[in-house]
């Protein structure tokens, strides 16, 4: 059974960063993965993704130019480098793995983690 596992979420004031971490056990760390993330009364959005092989990336518009994703095979982890946040960033943050298909839609995805809360506030 795949399991992810999110962590790093906080409360933060704007302007500053935070790095999210997913880990991802009971599978071997394959297949492409991605972040998305929901605020209340809102649909999941696309944030990022990673291709398993060649390690290229993609991001929805609300993360271009300030949030960075990564991936640490080795560790079976992926990362969200969040820079220059906004109030408008609050939202849970998922992590997602399992990819069969486009990378930015939500139903592609196998595999879910539980969520991490970011908050962005003064």
């Known amino acids: 059974q795949v399991q992810l596992v999110e962590s790093g979420g906080g409360v933060v004031q704007p302007g500053t960063s935070l790095r999210l971490s997913c880990v991802v056990s009971?599978?071997?760390?394959?297949?492409?993965t991605g972040w998305f993330r929901q605020a209340p009364g809102k649909e999941r959005e696309f944030v990022a993704a990673?291709?398993?092989?060649?390690?290229?990336?993609w991001y929805g518009d609300p993360a271009k130019g300030r949030f960075t994703i990564a991936r640490d095979n080795a560790k079976n982890t992926m990362y969200l480098q969040m820079n220059s946040l906004k109030p408008e960033d609050t939202a849970v943050y998922y992590c997602?793995?399992?990819?069969?298909?486009?990378?930015?839609?939500?139903?592609?995805?196998?595999?879910w983690g539980q969520g991490t809360q970011v908050t962005v506030s003064s």
């Open positions: 009971g599978s071997t760390f394959t297949g492409d």
């Open positions: 997602a793995a399992g990819c069969v298909g486009t990378m930015s839609s939500a139903r592609e995805y196998q595999n």
């Open positions: 990673i291709r398993w092989s060649g390690g290229g990336t």
